[in-house]
């Protein structure tokens, strides 16, 4: 039922981006940007993960390019989920992204675990490589390469163009090792957004790369960004990346130590990370979502969603389970109260249940109204509220449980 489900759904939001095509033949108003509540996030130990196929990304990118649309895409992977635990900055980088895709096999292990359908990775080295690939194009998709070690953007930029595939290489940039302040002076900025570039592609450091992308978010003009870790040196020659059935086995990780051994301290500490995590927060909350699943993901139990306003609120109440084959009947309601530009409270005092996809839905609700009203969670009972914090979403619980 729940593969049905999210089949269901992932043709609705291919669907969304057919609507979002049209706008390149004038046949929908320019301001119309992509609806973040349409988005099939699952909430992955907080991260928000995109359930997408690599079309999809591609055609998502091909739309934002042409119509000039900010559009960061964050490729989470195992160190991604330490830095996000920790780090607030980092945390809210990844939750202000337009595209979320799995790009560690950890995450998909960890989906596997918990229920989420989320099967396979797109890593961003994929969709870079997915983007030359789409050689038909009459316009390449014009790239600019931020970072990488000293001379390793330049070279990549030069391999890049020697031979006519999906991408054009109009401007590389080496930043030196220096703090994200200094990287983003204006000559740099300037430098970066006079190449007219529609991909920008850095290359800095998770952590780094991330908060960079934030801190110069509006200050940037090329419409498309993303910090594709290790692309710009997979391009250069310089590291070799795994051939496509160590990929496919899951261990590309250990590839990587080999063609870059001082990576094993970071991989080392990350997998403890990953270990204690899933010992205190990832078996006890797939042991709940199984047994959560057995029990209501079936015919029989429905969900009722109703709205009650106020001069200054709107109320959302959840009555039953607020399981992912009752996703598409919360969104139309969700989407019509971020239009009232209302204080949003959501009700739980009905609820049952609640998972992964519905937990996906509220970080993205939360995206829309984050910074111009407020958004508060009431009446949840002292399960839900385990399964919130389980999920790393005590963010939406902190504050008298109000973000």
């Not at 096999?105 to 690939?133: M, N, Q, Y």
Request: glycine fraction near 8%; charge should be positive.
């Amino acid at each position: 039922m729940q593969k049905s489900s999210a089949k269901k759904e992932r043709r609705a939001n291919l669907g969304s981006f057919i609507v979002y095509d049209r706008m390149l033949a004038g046949s929908v108003k320019d301001e119309i940007a992509p609806d973040e509540l349409s988005r099939q996030v699952y909430c992955v130990l907080g991260m928000p993960i995109d359930l997408v196929e690599m079309s999809a990304v591609l055609h998502a990118i091909k739309i934002a390019a042409a119509r000039k649309l900010p559009f960061l895409i964050s490729t989470p992977n195992l160190n991604f989920l330490v830095n996000y635990q920790i780090d607030t900055d980092f945390r809210e980088s990844v939750l202000s992204s337009d595209l979320c895709p799995a790009d560690g096999i950890s995450i998909v292990w960890i989906a596997r675990l918990v229920g989420i359908p989320i099967t396979k990775r797109i890593s961003g080295a994929d969709i870079f490589d997915a983007l030359k690939c789409q050689r038909s194009s009459e316009n390449p998709l014009k790239v600019f390469l931020f970072g990488g070690p000293e001379g390793v953007a330049a070279r990549a930029a030069q391999v890049l163009n020697e031979q006519p595939n999906g991408l054009n290489c109009v401007g590389a940039l080496y930043p030196g090792c220096s703090s994200v302040g200094e990287m983003s002076r204006d000559e740099m900025i300037n430098n970066i957004n006079s190449s007219g570039a529609d991909f920008l592609v850095a290359a800095l450091g998770a952590k780094k790369g991330q908060l960079w992308l934030q801190h110069n978010h509006k200050r940037l003009s090329i419409p498309v960004r993303a910090h594709l870790g290790a692309v710009i040196n997979f391009e250069a020659g310089t590291i070799r990346r795994a051939p496509l059935i160590v990929q496919m086995l899951g261990f590309e990780w250990l590839w990587r130590i080999k063609e870059e051994p001082y990576l094993w301290r970071r991989y080392w500490n990350d997998g403890m990370t990953l270990l204690r995590v899933l010992l205190l927060r990832i078996l006890p909350l797939a042991l709940h979502m199984l047994w959560q699943r057995l029990k209501y993901d079936r015919n029989g139990h429905n969900l009722v969603v109703t709205q009650t306003h106020d001069s200054e609120s709107v109320t959302v109440s959840f009555s039953g389970p607020a399981i992912a084959r009752h996703v598409n009947e919360a969104i139309p309601v969700l989407r019509s109260v971020v239009g009232l530009k209302k204080r949003i409270v959501i009700d739980f005092s009905g609820t049952l249940a609640i998972d992964t996809r519905f937990l996906g839905l509220f970080l993205m609700l939360r995206k829309k109204v984050q910074g111009d009203r407020g958004l508060t969670f009431t009446g949840l009972s002292p399960r839900l509220e385990r399964i919130f914090c389980l999920n790393g979403l005590g963010l939406l619980l902190s504050t008298g449980k109000s973000s």
